[in-house]
């Protein structure tokens, strides 16, 4: 590997997969800094590497740790990381900003797409990516991982985008930016938390080698940019879309109310919902993760082959 002009470092399994041609799988590291609390957020850090593992990958946990990109982390990383609580929250923007003042920072969906795509590595796992937030016709709030999507080619896999947002906006900005978005196993793009949105999916696969050959032809014909899996989350860990309607509704009414914008919007939103489902949300949350891990390393091995 190259040394590039910038402060980069692989963990020991992370080099180790790359050198030898291994299937590695990306994952994103704001949801252990910012999605969880203390100390459930390394249990689940640890159990989706965990799960990569299981699945004949190997987990690559980016983050800027004192200026330093860092793809993989070893435990002490990654349990010193899960502690932090004043990571600064990374995408496209400020990912350079981090490593040039050496800062720590957790990265987004955009961001770890980024350092993927540096690393070589082109399968990520993630819960559900950003979007178009409620209200963005006037506020033009919009999160920068559509855009990313629309450049960077990674595999995304993910719950569909994240049901706190506008998800019918979202996949029209995805389908003007040119991102194929497709369905793992159903018809229906999922919701994040409900295996149900309510809006046909623009496309469906059911096999991980299906998924891995469409995104090799996509690069073989010089199209640009990434593709967008939506892995429903398992029914038995489901929360129905009426009842999450509900709650969703409610925090979006409070977020207002408090004047919360910008980056606090989802961290806040998600532990407003946490609190209004008395923990079934951050479950859900965990079990999708651990479910699009799964499917994840499964592509990436497709890849591979």
Known sequence: MNKPPFPLEYSSEVRAALDSG???????????THGMPWPGNLEMARGVED?????????????????????????????ELAKTGDALKVSRADIAYAVSMGKT???????????????????????GIGGVHHGAE????????????????????CAGAKAILDIPKTLEVLETRGVPV?????????????????????????????????????ASMGIEGGVLVANPVPEADEIPRAEMDIHIRRALDKARQEGIAGKAVT???????????????????IAL???????AARIAGALNE
């Open 182 to 218: 497709v369905t793992f196993g159903a018809d229906e793009l999922p919701a994040f938390w409900s295996r149900r949105s309510g809006l046909q999916s623009p496309l469906r696969i059911d096999d991980p080698h299906a998924i891995a050959r469409f995104h090799t032809t996509r």
């Open 289 to 295: 993760v651990r479910n699009n891990a799964r499917l």
């Open 267 to 285: 961290p806040f939103l998600l532990s407003e919902i946490l609190a209004m489902t008395g923990g079934r949300s951050l479950e859900t949350n």
């Open 105 to 127: 920072g957790a990265t987004t969906v955009a961001a770890t797409m980024i350092a993927a795509s540096i690393a070589g590595i082109r399968v990520f796992a993630t819960g």
């Open 51 to 79: 799960v990569i593992r299981s699945g004949g990958a190997v987990p690559a946990t980016i983050a800027v740790i004192d200026g330093c990109l860092n793809i993989g982390l070893d435990d002490a990383a990654l349990e």
């Open 22 to 32: 291994k299937p590695v799988v990306a994952l994103e590291s704001t949801i252990i």
């Open 138 to 157: 006037s506020d033009f709030d919009i999160s920068a991982d559509l855009d990313e999507l629309a450049k960077t080619p990674v595999i995304v896999v």
